[in-house]
């Protein structure tokens, strides 16, 4: 290799490196608060202001590739599970992937912040078409009670990312936990005691904290 290719290899690497560092650096950010301006994303990440705006000509644009990224990833999830041959455990399957990605936070304090692309409409019908087809198999199966609609999911994923912990693997742990609970009720039959550690007396208190 040349030292002029490796040159331009280096930076090329130098370039990913910053692109990801910036998207999880705005997931961060915009989570916290979706008003912030694009120039904490890159304070956060640890990169120039100029070196943003290469990648992202605004705030929009970043937002819309957080939304973007976040619906693929909803798509793969669904995608993935279509693979699994029982038909409750492929609709569970997918439920708990969304919620373990976090896909739905982003959702929930992203959405109206951009205008979506074409390409995003057409990622979004075949999410949507996905996730039916799951919920239509959960339904077959007999294990899905009567009455429950597929719109019940996307609340359900959306209560399940409003649990925010500071400690990342406590979240986590408490999300699956009360996303049994409710996948339990959506099961008709007899469900056992709900998976990981209870939240303990004023675990909860640092939401009342001043930050």
């Not at 550690?197 to 909860?204: K, N, Q, R, S, T």
């Amino acid at each position: 290799m040349t030292t002029e290719a490796a040159a331009l290899s280096g930076r090329r690497r130098q370039a990913a490196r910053n692109d990801t560092a910036i998207l999880e650096a705005a997931r961060d950010v915009f989570l916290a608060d979706p008003k912030a301006p694009i120039s904490a994303v890159a304070e956060r990440a640890g990169v120039g202001i100029s070196a943003l705006y290469r990648r992202y000509a605004n705030k929009e644009d970043l937002l819309r590739q957080l939304c973007r990224d976040g619906l693929r990833r909803y798509l793969a999830e669904a995608e993935q599970a279509e693979q699994e041959a029982d038909d409750w455990a492929a609709f569970t399957t997918f439920v708990t992937g969304v919620v373990d990605a976090d896909v739905h936070s982003l959702t929930v304090r992203l959405a109206g912040t951009f205008t979506p692309t074409p390409e995003m409409g057409e990622d979004a019908a075949r999410a949507v078409a996905a996730a039916t087809r799951l919920f239509d198999r959960a339904q077959t199966s007999g294990r899905l009670r009567p009455g429950v609609v597929v719109q019940d999911i996307d609340l359900i994923l959306e209560a399940c990312a409003a649990i925010r912990l500071p400690d990342v693997a406590r979240t986590r742990e408490l999300r699956r936990r009360y996303l049994a609970v409710m996948l339990d009720g959506l099961a008709t039959v007899e469900a056992g005691a709900p998976p990981g550690p209870a939240p303990e007396p004023g675990e909860l208190n640092w939401r009342w904290q001043r930050r």
